[in-house]
């Protein structure tokens, strides 16, 4: 965890590291979102559809759903790989038992 501090001015400055590691450039969007724990940084910008959903959420389910972010992010490349290989893989088995033959003339 990275700490960040507000100057005069009510500006952070990210640590160099984190721009590195996350890729950012100048002009990049970053959103802020209030929560009941604090401030949280979305790298990428938050689109109007999630902002939504979002807002629309009560504060249990904004818990919950941090709660579940922060451990998706915890993992490592390959547990989220294998996490969203699984969901793909169940995708395909659904959509295979759909299938239907239709008559030909």
Known sequence: MEKLIVDADGKITIP????QKRGLHPG???SLVESAEGLLVYQGGVDDKTSQWWMSRDEGQRLLAEAEARRYESLTDKERDTIWNEKADSIEAEAESDEIDLPTK
């Open 16 to 19: 160099p590291e984190v721009i």
């Open 28 to 30: 990049d969007e970053l």
